[in-house]
């Protein structure tokens, strides 16, 4: 069975035999999985123009990013290549990607718009990991998200983080879950820290950190990873 993370939880990467994690056992150890994020659109009443009401989707458009923290205070970086790369330079920030340096991440692409007809049990945005191409001298590696509209996260339906093994369109074994619901503290936050990847002993670790910030981009929230997250 899945681990069902709870906020500031840390886990190491080691799987049971029977599926599960977070102890030894003859599973061995989790290298490559994917860091998916799953969302859906806002559902609103409306008056209708003769009397009633109706029910409108607005699309809620998250971007699920990360950053790779170096041992020689560099970083590497995926984000949205659609952000424009003439605001990033003005800002000392460098073109958005979706392949890590070393190959080692990938994101899937961007996704304006959330599940518009319900939770339909698949992520969003995803990074998949192969920890065994990871350039040596990462250390840290945070995953985050900002929302590009006006809505904070206490008025999305839903939100659910997770680790699992397979590929962007193919759940093997979920390894991890960790969900975001509604909370009054997350209201006016349009940024999330949601965890990070760090190395302990030579070993890799996970730590839920759900922190909804009121940093107002993602410029801002990297910025805020390593002021305050490190």
Not at 65 to 88: A, G, K, Q, T, V
Not at 122 to 136: A, C, G, K, Q, Y
Request: aromatic share 10%; with cysteine; hydrophobic share 35%.
């Amino acid at each position: 069975m899945a681990i069902n993370l709870q906020k500031g939880q840390r886990i190491d990467l080691r799987k049971k035999s029977d599926g599960a994690a977070g102890a030894a056992g003859g599973g061995g150890t989790l290298t490559n999985f994917c860091v998916g994020v799953n969302w859906g659109a806002i559902e609103e009443k409306k008056k209708k123009f003769f009397g009633g009401e109706k029910i409108v989707k607005r699309a809620v458009d998250l971007d699920l990013s990360c950053i790779m923290l170096l041992n020689d205070n560099s970083f590497d970086h995926l984000y949205s290549p659609e952000y424009d790369p003439r605001m990033l330079a003005k800002y000392g920030f460098p073109a958005g990607k979706l392949v890590s340096r070393d190959g080692a991440l990938r994101h899937s692409g961007d996704d304006r718009t959330g599940d518009m007809d319900g939770d339909d049990g698949l992520d969003n945005e995803i990074i998949s990991v192969d920890l065994t191409r990871i350039n040596p001298n990462v250390e840290q590696i945070f995953f985050f998200i900002n929302n590009v509209g006006p809505e904070d996260f206490y008025h999305i339906p839903f939100a659910k983080i997770r680790m699992y093994e397979g590929t962007p369109t193919r759940v093997k074994s979920v390894f991890a879950e960790f969900d975001v619901v509604s909370d009054p503290s997350y209201s006016g936050r349009r940024a999330m820290i949601m965890g990070k990847l760090y190395k302990k002993n030579g070993e890799w670790k996970f730590n839920a950190i759900g922190d909804a910030t009121p940093d107002p981009n993602f410029l801002a929230t990297i910025v805020n990873i390593v002021k305050n997250y490190k």
